[in-house]
């Protein structure tokens, strides 16, 4: 049994002498798992770094074992993020959600080709790929079974002015309906409604909050598991972007 593609590695565990557990994500193949032989040496530790973009071929006995990689450098994405630490915590993020969210050996083509072009355009700069990253969130939810209804407010079918979700249904909700509600439902940021990217840290840390608590609830709580901490570090940095609130003591 073998196979060979283009993969996204999403994280590398040290396993016996100088080897390592990696799992990949394909477009065909969804996140799969393979031992690479000397992964964990000096020599190969760059290749098998989170974030970077593979051609890896897969050689196993049986189909249900785990099995070999090998690869070959395509896109040094880990290397060119280390640099940018917002960039590097949005790479973390993204690969640690889909290496903990992902079910093995399932295809995921959309998500796969979303992080893939989250990975070829990091090099933009995180402010320029935060709204996008967001999206991808979605596009996580969705692709497990948690996909998030924006379309048309749950109560007045409006498709206008929608400003809320509600934590509950993963459902839009209209400024009008929501006003008796808002302090109970999720602030909607305009993006995700199809938008013009947003370079507001606000309402990128609303947006993160929205998917997140969707990401803790059913993708990761249905299965008793924490939100990676990757996750929460990416969203500890966008509020570190915003400024204090009024009346905060300043900091010597």
Not at 139 to 162: F, I, M, Q
């Amino acid at each position: 049994m073998e196979w060979q593609a283009p993969a996204i590695v999403l994280e590398a565990r040290p396993h016996g002498e100088g080897g390592a557990v990696v799992a990949v994500l394909t477009e065909a193949h969804g996140r799969h798992l393979g031992l690479a032989k000397g992964g964990g040496s000096r020599a190969q530790a760059g290749l098998w770094q989170p974030g970077n973009l593979v051609e890896v071929r897969w050689v196993a006995r049986l189909s249900d074992q785990l099995g070999a990689f090998s690869g070959e450098m395509v896109h040094p994405t880990a290397a060119l993020a280390l640099d940018e630490p917002l960039s590097l915590a949005l790479l973390r993020s993204a690969c640690a959600l889909a290496a903990d969210a992902l079910p093995e050996r399932e295809a995921q083509p959309r998500v796969f080709s979303g992080l893939l072009a989250l990975m070829a355009n990091l090099g933009r700069g995180a402010p320029a790929m935060m709204a996008d990253y967001i999206r991808w969130e979605a596009l996580l939810l969705e692709a497990l079974g948690y996909g998030l209804d924006l379309s048309a407010c749950a109560v007045t079918g409006t498709a206008e002015h929608l400003t809320h979700v509600s934590p509950r249904s993963g459902r839009a909700v209209s400024a009008e309906a929501a006003a008796p509600y808002a302090g109970r439902l999720l602030p909607l940021p305009l993006f995700l409604q199809g938008g013009q990217a947003e370079a507001d840290p606000a309402e990128w840390l609303a947006g993160l909050r929205l998917t997140r608590h969707f990401l803790a609830r059913d993708a990761f709580g249905s299965r008793h598991r924490p939100v990676p901490v990757a996750r929460a570090w990416l969203e500890t940095r966008i509020e570190a972007l915003l400024p204090p609130p009024p009346g905060a003591p300043a900091h010597a």
